[in-house]
Every structure is written in C-alpha cells, then in structure tokens.
C-alpha cells in the first residue's frame, strides 16, 4: 500500500483548535430550530478531536439544514437537493484522506435523494451522516416531508397528510451493508453530541438520525415528549451510550442494548412512542467502498506511460521488417 | 449433395484488383457475425489497408431468430488508400440466413448486382415454411440482378466443430481472406488476439475453421479480388471510437471515470474497467445518471478532474449537475457518444441531435464548453485536450460523439506519451491571506480554485448565486459579477482556438458545414463533387461552444452555405413548413443565430452514417437551385 502524498504531510504541522476556528457565518436558522443544537455539537465535536479545518469537508444539499456547511469554518460543499450523497462519495474516493461530514434534511435524504441514500448504505464510506428530520419541507414554507405524521395539515396536504411516515431508521437498517445507526433528538444534548461523537469514531457510513423541532412549521408535535421524559428510550450499553447520573436520573426510561443486535435494533428502530435514543446498530467489519477500491492511490508518469503502451500494444499493428 | 470440405483442386482464377470493396456479413445476433467482421477489418488493416467497419446491431440482446429486425452484422469498407468513413451501398455481403438478409436488401443497403454468398442449410429445413421462404427468397435475389451463391455453412461447420451454429463465423472469416487474397499468417494471428483470452485449444479449433473456409473458398468460389495495400511504414492502433475515448481517458491523466450503464456509451466504460485500475485510475458504477455526475463533481472538486460518461438519455438526466458545476466551478468533462432521440429513441443507432441540449442545456444561463470528435483518432485525443481545457478554465467540457464512431474501427498513427498529458498534482499549498474562492481575473474570468486541504483556503462551495468569498449573495451586483466571468471564461478560450480549415477552395458556389462524425464523409463527397467540376468546399467544427474566429469570412467567400448533420431538419417541401415555421438542424440553428447568415441545412435520422454518395447527390442538386 503506498501513502497519499497529502497524508504524509498531514503530521507536519499538528496544531490546536477552539471551537472558534470552527465557527463559520451566524446561522440564520429560526430561533429555536434544532439546527443550532445540532451546529453547538458538531464545532464542539471538531474541537474535541482537534480536527483540521482545512482537511474536513461538510457537504449537505438544499434545505433548511443543507446550509449547515456556511456557518462552519471548514471546507464545504452547498450542492443540489438530494444530491448531497454522490457528492461526498466522489470527494472521499478522490481524496480518502479529508474527514467528510454529510448534513441533509428528511427531504433531502428521504424522498429527492432516497435512491442515493440506500446506495450510500451500501457503498458504506467512511462519513458521518446527519439526517437533521423536522418532519417538514421548511425552506420552501410547509410542505408535507416523508417523515411527517399522517394527517399532518400543511400547504399541500391542507386536509391532511395521507400516508404513514417512512421510517428512515427501518430503512437503513434494512440496507445490505448498514453498519452504523442511531438516532438523537435535538431537546437532549448530552447524548446528541455523545452519538456524534460515536459516529465520528465509527469507521464507515455513520447514520444518525436527528429528530429535530421546527418551531415555525411544526411547533407543537414534539411537546408530549418534551413533557414527559418517559416517552424517552435510552439505549445504553458498554458498547453504546453509557449516562451521566443527571441524565440518568431525568430520562429513567432506559433499555440496555448490545449494538450488535441487528435484530434487535429494527424492533427497537420499529418503536415511535416511546422514541429511541442511542446508538442502535454498529458493525465495524463491513468493508469500505474507497477501500476496496483503492482509493488513494498514487501514480507517476512511468506508470501511466506503461499503462498506456501495454494497452496500445494490443492493438498496434507494427511495420512489416 | 452438399459442397464439403474435400481434397479439391483451386479454382484457376486470377485475382481482380480493386480500389475498394464494401464487405457486409449478417446473422441473428448472437451468431458472431460481428466478430467475423472486426477480425476481417484488423487482419486487412494489418496488410496495410485502409478501413473503416460499421456495425449493424439490434436493439435486443436475443432478437427473435431469422427477423428482418434482428438482423445483426456489421460492415467493412477495404481499401487502398485511408478510409475515413462507412462508404457507400454494400458490394459482397454474406448473410447466415435470407431473413437478416431480406432486411438489408429492402432498405437499399446493397449496391444493384451485389454479390451475396447465402447459408443453405435452409433448403433442407424440417419446417416447410423456412423452406419455402428461403426458396422464394433466392429466385427473388437471382431475378433482382444478383450475383447469388449458396454456402454450406452449416454442413461444412459441424464436420469440425459440435455446434455449428458458434463455428460459422470463423469459417466465413476463412472464405473473405480467401475471396479478398489476405494473408494465412496474419489471419491466424488475428485469431490468436481474438481469442486469446480463452485457452490454446479455443484458438486452435478458430484457426482451423479458417482454414478450412479459406480451402472451401478456393475450391468453389469461381472469383478473387485483391486490394493492394502500401506497406505500413509506421506503426498503427485499431479501435474502435469508445476504446479510443478509453485510451484518451486514460492517456489524459484523470483518475476518476464516473457513469451508470447507457447503450451506446457503456463500452467505453467496459474497456477502462479493465485496464483503468493498472494506472491507479477508478471505473464507478453509480447507482444512476445523476449520482454519476455528482460523484464525478465531487471527485474534481477535492482532487483531479474527473470524467462521466453517458448518452442521450442519460445527459438530461446530468443536466441540474452540470449547471451545478459550472455555477461552482467544478473542472468536469462529460462524455456523450450520442443515439437517436428524443426520450429512449434509437438506442443503438447514430444520430448528431444533442447538440443544442449540450450547448445550451441546464437551466439559467450555463455557459459550458461543446467540442466534438471528428473521428477515431480525434476521440482519443480530444479527451486530453477536453480535461486540459476543463482544468485551465475551471469549467464543463462536453465531449461528443455518436454511436456511428462508438463501433466504428479505423488505424491511425499509435500515440506517443507526453507527460504534458498528466493533469498536474492537486495544489495543497497555503492560500495567501486575502484571496478570495472567487478572485476572478477581469479580462479572462479565471479564477484560481481552492482544493480542500489547502490551509487558509476554507470556504463553502455553492449552487446559490454567490460573491467572490462564496458567500451567498442575492444581490444585483454579485450575481451579474458572476454570470459575467463565467461567461468570460469562454471567451478567454475562444482566443486560443484555430480557425477551421477549408477543405478545397475559400471561395465558391457552396459551402458544407459539418460537425462530429460526419467528416470523413462530408469531405469524401465533396472531393467527389469537386471531381466532377463542382465548386464545392466543407468545413469541419470540432469547438462549438466557444466557436473559433475567423469563420465570418470563411462565409463570405461563399455563394452557398448549408450544414450536414444526422439530425432531423425540417422539410422544406411540407406543406405547411416555410421560412417563418422551419426547425433547422442544430449547427445550421447555431450559426444562423451567431453570423445572421442564411445558412441552410441538410440531414439525415435514418440512424445510420450518412452516406458519401447520398450527400454528393444532394451537393448536385443543391448547385442547381438557385441561390436563396
């Protein structure tokens, strides 16, 4: 295996970071969006592993949460909508060594771009992948998501949304190659950052769904939960998430489970009521796609000028002697 | 009673020496017919001549069996000289049944007294009716004035091998190198590549089976030609038009080839997946169109331009990507061997109609570039001329060609490696303080791009309309800033591009005007016309978009000018289409538009090249209108 030159030059200037050097623009989401609880995670996240600014690339769609990449302070890559998985995928086979974040709404990822996202499954590339889920189109003003709860009264559906929600946790854990996948909600940040914390660790295509409020569109359907934390299922587990005592003494509703389980995980992941909150699923032996393509690899002239002889040669037709 | 293959003295027969032929072999697919031409077509090159094939393919992987529809073969032009296109009608065509054959008889694809060499196994088919369709079908070719001889293919086959049906075709390739006097040798060495990738044993039953329909020939086929070649002086490559653009890929120092199955481009893609990986190079297969495109921008932005590769269909769906990468800047080049369209069209057959979709498509205003291949030589080397001109501008470079050079097989001069070629390594040096993502020059609208991994250089990418520090920006200044060096852009390369050549005089009573495939054919017709005193001249486009310069005054030393697509137009003979109301084909449109000249246009859509002599027809008529 030869090295990337980029990666050798990595070591070479090894410097700290506050959480400042991560802080891009001043987010213009609404006030009491979840979007911003899920931003404090993330700088705080990139601050905790001393990430390089330069080496790290925030990639998202269109959406209220696709401008997640503007207010970081890192590269980023403000695609199209839906789009936001092939994007990232080129940019971590091209360059295996950038730390790549994935952000995308429900409709992002769940309707526009859902045939990306259960390729992205399989592919299964080493990113962090945070589904910010507010139930609802908030960019283009109210209009019903896939997430969003039967009868749901929006722009689109003013008598009412017509279908059951899609389960974005059944879906991705019923995808060949899943291999991380949890599930946070923005109201109890503790565990939000300590999930994207696994995430971040977890080697391969990291899934976290954040449930999130949209106080403009939406602001009322989370309230049962946020008035009784035993609407609440905390997961823990020595391999999973493991509570502070104040954590543990508010949210008593706790189930330990072995991430292992991927059986286990799709009946917990099947549960709306009481939500579930930790990591459900994780499986560091399944293979990475920029891995098993050999992404990274170097080449030179000499090699690519014997490339192209033996393949010309196949097909030369030489002068006679 | 069937002709077999026995100890029988040759015929006495002198070869006639020829200037060209056109050679036709035809089968139901599957029977190899294709394999029976190719192999034919390098054995000749290697002799020295000149060739071009033409494959004749079905739209179904297993059409039904003996269906005019599913007649699968392919064509081969020999000559002395180069050839730089399909030719004219058929003049020997070996057909494995009369259904294939009646197919190609009826759409006027063979030459009037055409020699046809027919399997006759049929005459003793189980099933009266294929007996009788077969018996009608030879008293109908000997009373059209056709030179018809019956061939035990079958009979002949399976005393050599257990399936005939698998066999025929290496016979037939035995009785063409007998008929058109090529080399043993050569022959059996062409089988050897062919099959090589098999075992020896596989080898040796083919070279065999040559053998033996070389014998047969010799003992009852009463006529020989012979079409002398000039000694290859240096060496050549033969390949198609979507292995050239493979080896262009490979040769122009990108390592990414992004793309989702598509006929007529995918072959293209089959070939870098085989060697791509040796030079460090990567063939993914995404999981659409779309995500081929994406993954390809995304691929450019953190590292070297990266390539995808598609056709009609598939293109639209790249569009929205495309205007992303040329809204953010992202270096890209997107292939598209265009088919017949609209909507899935003529998946196998050639057409020249995505022109004003690559040109003009996206929405908003998407200035991007549009260059065309204008043979087999020209698709390897346009594509390292399309990821140079995409880096140095930062831009999309559209790389068309057709299904009619996808197949299309035709030596030219073996490439010699330039390190020029190799894209240079990904700039991960500091970003001085102060410069801005956007810091577009004035006069050429470039600006230098920042690769992830360059300290000092973060910044968020968009598709939003934004400002010089890629901060989204509604307002009315930043966003005419943009859209006007990204424009500039094209510009900028428009200087650095070569005035067309005229082929024949610079002034005259007509002017052709081609793009794309059709260049060996539009300056064989007129150099035929010209031949016959017709003060005709061409001109082959290979930029579109930008256009070069100095194409106003070509114009003007011109009576005449009319374009020469394989696109639709429409006909002007209609009776309700008129000046006011007549579509044009697409470069007629574009430089109508660019020169405010009364530019004509001719074409065909028959999915098939268009023929040399169809278009000389058309140049004599065209002189004797008067000038519009």
Request: charged fraction near 20%.
């Amino acid at each position: 295996m030869t090295m990337p030159v980029t990666q050798c030059i990595i070591k070479l200037h090894e410097e700290r970071h506050d959480l400042e050097d991560y802080q891009g623009g001043v987010p213009r989401w609404c006030s009491g969006c979840g979007d911003n609880a899920i931003l404090t995670a993330v700088q705080r996240l990139c601050r905790d592993e001393n990430l390089a600014p330069e080496r790290t690339v925030f990639v998202s769609g269109i959406g209220c949460s696709s401008r997640f990449p503007h207010y970081m302070k890192t590269y980023g890559f403000h695609g199209l909508h839906g789009r936001a998985f092939p994007v990232a995928e080129g940019i971590k086979m091209a360059r295996p060594e950038l730390k790549v974040f994935v952000n995308t709404g429900d409709g992002d990822c769940c309707s526009i771009g859902a045939g990306h996202w259960i390729h992205a499954i399989r592919y299964n590339m080493d990113m962090v992948v945070i589904l910010h889920d507010n139930h609802v189109y908030g960019l283009t003003k109210k209009q019903a998501s896939p997430t969003s709860p039967i009868g749901f009264k929006s722009n689109t559906t003013p008598r009412g949304s017509y279908l059951e929600a899609l389960n974005p946790l059944t879906v991705t854990l019923g995808v060949q190659n899943v291999s991380f996948v949890a599930q946070a909600v923005d109201w109890v940040p503790e565990l939000l950052f300590d999930i994207i914390n696994a995430a971040y660790h977890h080697k391969g295509f990291s899934f976290i769904r954040i449930i999130q409020r949209c106080p403009e569109f939406l602001p009322k359907v989370f309230e049962p939960w946020l008035a009784d934390p035993a609407k609440t299922l905390i997961l823990t587990h020595k391999d999973g998430l493991t509570l502070s005592p104040e954590t543990a003494r508010t949210y008593k509703n706790q189930l330990a489970h072995d991430p292992a389980d991927i059986d286990r995980a799709r009946e917990i992941a099947s549960s709306e009521d009481p939500i579930p909150v930790g990591i459900l699923y994780r499986n560091p032996d399944v293979p990475c796609y920029e891995e098993v393509r050999h992404a990274g690899a170097m080449r030179t002239a000499a090699q690519l000028r014997a490339g192209l002889d033996a393949e010309l040669d196949r097909v030369t037709v030489w002068p006679r002697s | 009673m069937h002709a077999s293959v026995s100890p029988r003295p040759p015929l006495e027969k002198e070869a006639l020496v020829l200037e060209e032929h056109i050679v036709e072999v035809i089968s139901d697919s599957g029977e190899g017919a294709q394999r029976c031409g190719q192999s034919l077509g390098a054995i000749a090159a290697k002799m020295g001549n000149g060739i071009w094939t033409t494959e004749i393919i079905p739209a179904e992987i297993q059409p039904p069996a003996r269906s005019v529809a599913g007649a699968s073969g392919i064509r081969i032009r020999i000559g002395s000289g180069p050839v730089t296109n399909g030719g004219d009608e058929t003049d020997l065509v070996v057909a494995f049944n009369e259904q294939v054959l009646l197919g190609r008889v009826s759409a006027g694809e063979l030459k009037p007294g055409a020699t046809i060499l027919l399997e006759n196994s049929w005459r003793e088919h189980r099933d009266p009716k294929v007996v009788a369709s077969y018996l009608e079908t030879v008293k109908m070719l000997k009373e059209g004035g056709f030179r018809l001889y019956e061939l035990p293919l079958e009979a002949a086959c399976s005393k050599l091998v257990t399936d005939p049906r698998r066999g025929k075709n290496m016979f037939v390739l035995g009785i063409l190198c007998e008929i058109y006097s090529l080399d043993a040798k050569t022959a059996h060495d062409q089988v050897a590549l062919t099959f090589g990738k098999k075992d020896a044993k596989v080898v040796k039953v083919n070279q065999g089976l040559v053998d033996a329909g070389r014998a047969w020939a010799a003992e009852h086929i009463d006529f020989k030609f012979r079409i002398p070649a000039p000694a290859v002086k240096e060496p050549l490559v033969v390949v198609n038009g979507n292995t050239a653009l493979g080896l262009g890929v490979l040769a122009s120092g990108m390592d990414i080839c992004s793309m989702y199955p598509i006929t007529p481009a995918t072959s293209t893609s089959h070939y870098l997946s085989e060697c791509f990986e040796r030079v460090g190079g990567m063939v993914h297969q995404a999981e659409d169109e779309i995500a081929a495109c994406a993954f390809a921008v995304g691929a450019s932005y953190a590292g070297r331009c990266a390539v995808t590769i598609t056709s009609g269909p598939g293109y639209s769906l790249k569009q929205e990507v495309i205007g992303l990468a040329v809204m953010t800047e992202i270096p890209l080049v997107v292939i598209n061997v265009q088919r017949g369209g609209p909507s899935t069209g003529q998946p196998t057959k050639a057409e020249q109609s995505d022109l004003l979709a690559s040109t003009y498509g996206s929405h908003g205003d998407a200035p991007k570039v549009v260059m065309a291949a204008s043979g087999i030589e020209d698709c390897f080397y346009s594509v390292i001329t399309a990821r140079k001109i995409a880096e140095t501008f930062n831009t999309v470079v559209v790389l068309l060609s057709d299904a009619s050079l996808a197949t299309a097989q035709q030596p030219f001069p073996r490439p010699k490696f330039s390190e020029d070629w190799m894209a240079p390594p990904i700039d991960q040096t500091p970003v001085p303080e102060g410069m801005k993502p956007y810091d577009w020059d004035p006069v050429t609208g470039i600006a230098r791009r920042f690769v992830p991994g360059q300290p000092g250089g973060m910044h968020t990418l968009t598709g939003l309309a934004h400002d010089r520090a890629s901060k989204v920006a509604y307002d009315a200044t930043s966003n005419e800033e943009g859209l006007r060096h990204r424009s500039l852009k094209l510009a900028a390369l428009q200087k650095t591009l070569k005035t067309p050549e005229v082929f024949g005089d610079r002034t005259g009573e007509l002017l052709v005007i081609g793009w794309g495939s059709t260049k060996g054919t539009i300056e064989e017709a007129v150099a035929r016309a010209r031949k016959e005193g017709l003060a005709v001249s061409s001109m082959h486009m290979k930029y579109i978009q930008p256009m070069p310069s100095g194409i106003r005054e070509i114009l003007k030393g011109f009576e005449r000018v009319m374009t020469v697509e394989t696109a639709w137009s429409d006909l002007p003979e209609d009776e309700l289409i008129d000046e006011d109301n007549r579509r044009y084909s697409p470069l007629a449109l574009i430089l109508r538009s660019r020169f405010v000249v009364d530019i004509d246009c001719w074409g065909q859509a028959r999915g098939q090249p268009i023929k040399p002599g169809a278009l000389l027809e058309v140049i004599r008529k065209k002189l004797q209108e008067p000038p519009r």
